[in-house]
């Protein structure tokens, strides 16, 4: 082999290494970037629009300031990237002298437009920007009214409540006490903290909501699951949350009895069909409503190795044995 190719792998492997780390230690930025497209409303804008937006009409409608319309460019240009939002035209690269021009243009259209639209004719005379942003189906799926929305998941998830303890994970490895780092920060567990907190509460709750409107609407008329709950009687539903998942099996089923279990803050006031589903609120390390089948959706998804092994063991005797038919159905993350 060529010393010369030694080198150049070896530098390329350097390179490399350099480049994974930055991409490591910038991906916030694409978190941030997500957000900051939901804090400003960018999908359902380019949904109403009912069309692909230039960036112009973008910031026009999105009331972004004209020296900033540079920069929603680089935040769309990433999303973009991030498969977020489809564009029709290239995206070049743009020089600063271009920068002027686009904030320029972004005033002159502003300034021109009746009553604050966007609606203007060329107004320099200057072609009109050919790149325009559309909607990709995980942008669909961010838009505030669309049936199964991430939009309350991705608010949760990067809620600093819960980013901010991320930032003392080692400080959280050096000590006993903490459960997690989210413990560690506000001295409580999520779920002894949400009841205090209603906003959050409403939110998590509302995340769960969309994401087993999602999965329901997967699961349950599929054969797969037709199969597992063939023959059953009764169903509860661990940590069911607002019962979404139970109102889906129990509309699906009408001859299954479905138990949505969950702590007291969450289930209290919320009411069954008065036919085959019903609420009972309590503690998963406690005891478990009695029923041939238990489902666990995400219940288990905060708690330590040991807490789940306490919570399978309440389910386990709440359910008849596995040879009359009792069932544990574990859906978890994905
Ligand atoms: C991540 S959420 C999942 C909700 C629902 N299964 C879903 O997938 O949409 C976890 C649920 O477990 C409930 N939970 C937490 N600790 C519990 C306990 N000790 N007993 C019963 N439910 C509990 C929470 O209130 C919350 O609704």
Known sequence: MEPNTILNKEAKELLNAQTHIWNHVLSFLNSMALKCAIQLGIPDAIHKHGKPMTLIELADSLSVHPDKAPCLRQLMRLLVHSNFFST????????????????????????????????????????????????????????????????????????????????????????????????????????????????????????????????????????????????????VDIGGGDGTMAKAIAEAYPNLKCIVFDLPHVVDGLQGNGTNLSYVAGDMFEMVPRAHAVLIKWAFHNWSDDHCIKALQRCKEAIPSKEKGGKVMIIEMR
């Open 88 to 235: 029709t035209g290239d995206l070049p690269n743009i020089d600063g002298e271009q920068r002027q021009i686009l904030a320029r243009k972004c005033q002159e259209a502003k300034d021109l437009a009746p009553n604050g639209s966007s609606e203007r004719s060329s107004p320099s005379g200057e072609e009109e920007e050919e790149e325009a942003f559309g909607l990709t189906l995980c942008s669909q799926l961010l838009l505030k009214d669309h049936p199964f929305s991430q939009t309350p998941f991705a608010l949760l998830e990067m809620d600093p409540s819960i980013t901010d303890p991320s930032h003392n994970l080692g400080e959280w490895f050096r000590t006993t006490e903490h459960e997690s780092p989210f413990h560690m920060a506000q001295g409580k567990n999520i779920y002894e903290r949400m009841p205090s907190v209603s906003i959050f509460n409403e939110l998590f709750n509302r995340t769960m909501s969309y994401d087993s409107r999602l999965v329901s609407s997967l699961l349950v008329t599929s054969n797969e699951f037709k199969g597992l709950i063939e023959g059953l009687e009764s169903i």
